[in-house]
């Protein structure tokens, strides 16, 4: 069984900052992906931030500069380094990784349960 579990949300003041971790755990073989999500209130889910197996980044535009997604060592856990935040970053962060947990199946994509973040003064 596998877990992705997102931590580090809260309250932060515009022009603020905040680190976001999800870490996967369970009976995992490799993980490939691992991406960050956002859901604002009425919004769909969009993709902030991915970071591939060999290390290279994509970002959406309206993070670029701001935001940095990272995986030291390759290891089961990502974070995302949140700078110069916007109240229009105000939502639901979802972790997702590409998991792996058998030599004979392809990796299945699996979600936490999101962590809140809210710019506001």
């Known amino acids: 069984q596998v877990q992705v579990v997102e931590s580090g949300g809260g309250l932060v003041q515009p022009g603020g900052s905040l680190k976001l971790s999800c870490a996967a755990s369970?009976?995992?073989?490799?993980?490939?992906?691992m991406a960050w999500y956002r859901q604002a209130p009425g919004n769909q889910r969009e993709l902030v931030a991915l970071?591939?197996?060999?290390?290279?980044?994509n970002y959406a535009d309206s993070v670029k500069g701001r935001f940095t997604i990272s995986r030291p060592n390759a290891q089961n856990t990502a974070f995302l380094q949140m700078n110069s935040l916007k109240p229009e970053d105000t939502a639901v962060y979802y972790c997702?990784?590409?998991?792996?947990?058998?030599?004979?199946?392809?990796?299945?994509?699996?979600w936490g349960q999101g962590t809140q973040v809210t710019v506001s003064s």
């Open positions: 997702n990784a590409d998991i792996r947990t058998t030599f004979w199946k392809s990796a299945d994509t699996y």
């Open positions: 970071i591939v197996s060999g290390g290279s980044t």
């Open positions: 369970g009976s995992i073989l490799s993980i490939d992906n």
